[in-house]
Structures are given as C-alpha cells and as structure tokens.
C-alpha cells in the first residue's frame, strides 16, 4: 500500500503512522463491534499489531536496524533503510530490486488485505440485518462461522507478507489464538440461544476456512 522509489528512505513519518493505525482500527472495530471484555482483549491485540506494523513501515524500522547489525557486511542489500528494502522476503530472496517482484508481492498482499476486508463488511451486513432474532447461515455465513475473523486473518497474513517485522511475526500467533478463543467463547453463546440448529449449522460449515474437500470443518 505504498510505492515509494529504492532511494526514498520514507521513514519518521508519524503522520503517516498515526493515520494508517487510525483508519485500519477503525475500520475493523467498525465491522466487529467489540462489546464484552474478551472481544476488547481480542480488539487490544489486533490494535497492538496494526501500531507495531506501521511504527515500523513508516516510523522506525526496528527490525531493519536489528538485522542488519546482526548480519554486519552479510546484509543481502547495502542500502537496508530504504523503503524499498523493507521488503524483508524479497530482501532474502534476493528480489529486493526487481520491479516485477514488488509489484507481484503487492498485489497479492493487497488481495489479501483488501479481500479480508470485503469479507469482515459482507460478514457485518448480514449480521446487522438479522438484528440477533434469527440464526444467519447464508452468504459468506454459508461458508464459515466466523468471517469476520477470517478477514483479520487475511489482512494480517497479507501485512506479513508485504511488510514482516520481529515483533508482528512474534505477535501474529498470540493473535490468532486470541480470536480463535473468542470465537470458540460467541459459538457457546450462540448455541443457548439457536439450540439444535446452530448444532447442526456448525457439523456442516467451517469455522475459519471455507471447506475445499470433504471433512470434518476446521
């Protein structure tokens, strides 16, 4: 989500940070609606994560200063703080300088940044609609259980793979299993209320990732 030439260093730019969390945070608080204590812990990781990603992308390239100084002269790049070079998977595999390469790597990043996005608003409609009188399985629900987490999972595997740093992998795990328990906590919830039918919706539909063979649902 950014196209800054190799020579450009585009860092201490906190307006830019402060802005990019802002808009990310809202947007995701926007189609999850965080109401009860454990979905503000959930929230307080994803925020956590947004803030460590674009501390780094456009602030302070901790992870960069870190690696390099770890590597000494075995630094892949000599110039490791452009922006360009932030770009830590193609850095490693020797890419960093290919146009072809940083556009493929943010193009797919982006469909997956953008793809969750699209999914957690489809997800937000159909819940809203249904205003907690009925039990919705149809649209994106038809598929998984949860897509709006679906969604926070690919926004952060696409920020991964476009902008990786120490801290975020570190944190990416504590944030799945975050959601993974909150979402296991609203099933139990949502299992009072709808009985028998959310027991059978749940035999059938996935939680996470839509079914691409026969199975039991993740």
């Given at each position: 989500m950014h196209g800054e030439e190799a020579g450009n260093y585009a860092y201490g730019?906190?307006?830019?940070?402060?802005?990019?969390?802002?808009?990310?945070?809202?947007?995701?608080?926007?189609f999850l609606g965080p109401q009860k204590k454990f979905d503000w812990r959930s929230?307080?990781?994803?925020?956590?994560?947004?803030?460590?990603?674009?501390?780094?992308?456009?602030?302070?390239p901790l992870t960069i200063y870190l690696l390099s100084a770890w590597m000494g002269k075995s630094y892949p790049v000599l110039n490791p703080f452009t922006h360009a070079h932030g770009h830590l998977w193609l850095v490693f595999l020797g890419l960093a300088d290919s146009p072809m390469a940083m556009t493929v790597l943010h193009v797919i990043s982006n469909i997956l940044i953008l793809g969750g996005l699209y999914i957690m608003h489809n997800g937000w409609v159909l819940i809203h609609a249904s205003q907690g009188n009925r039990l919705v399985a149809e649209g994106v629900y038809a598929h998984v259980r949860h897509p709006q987490y679906s969604g926070i999972f690919l926004i952060t595997i696409g920020f991964l793979l476009q902008w990786p740093?120490?801290?975020?992998?570190?944190?990416?795990?504590?944030?799945?299993?975050?959601?993974?328990r909150l979402a296991m906590r609203e099933e139990r919830d949502v299992e009072k209320q709808f009985g028998h039918e959310y027991a059978e919706y749940r035999k059938r539909v996935p939680a996470f990732m839509p079914r691409l063979w026969k199975g039991r649902p993740l």
């Amino acid at each position: 989500m950014h196209g800054e030439e190799a020579g450009n260093y585009a860092y201490g730019m906190w307006p830019v940070v402060v802005f990019n969390i802002l808009l990310f945070i809202f947007f995701v608080s926007s189609f999850l609606g965080p109401q009860k204590k454990f979905d503000w812990r959930s929230m307080g990781a994803f925020a956590a994560f947004i803030v460590a990603l674009f501390t780094e992308m456009y602030g302070f390239p901790l992870t960069i200063y870190l690696l390099s100084a770890w590597m000494g002269k075995s630094y892949p790049v000599l110039n490791p703080f452009t922006h360009a070079h932030g770009h830590l998977w193609l850095v490693f595999l020797g890419l960093a300088d290919s146009p072809m390469a940083m556009t493929v790597l943010h193009v797919i990043s982006n469909i997956l940044i953008l793809g969750g996005l699209y999914i957690m608003h489809n997800g937000w409609v159909l819940i809203h609609a249904s205003q907690g009188n009925r039990l919705v399985a149809e649209g994106v629900y038809a598929h998984v259980r949860h897509p709006q987490y679906s969604g926070i999972f690919l926004i952060t595997i696409g920020f991964l793979l476009q902008w990786p740093t120490i801290v975020t992998i570190l944190m990416w795990p504590i944030l799945m299993v975050a959601y993974y328990r909150l979402a296991m906590r609203e099933e139990r919830d949502v299992e009072k209320q709808f009985g028998h039918e959310y027991a059978e919706y749940r035999k059938r539909v996935p939680a996470f990732m839509p079914r691409l063979w026969k199975g039991r649902p993740l």
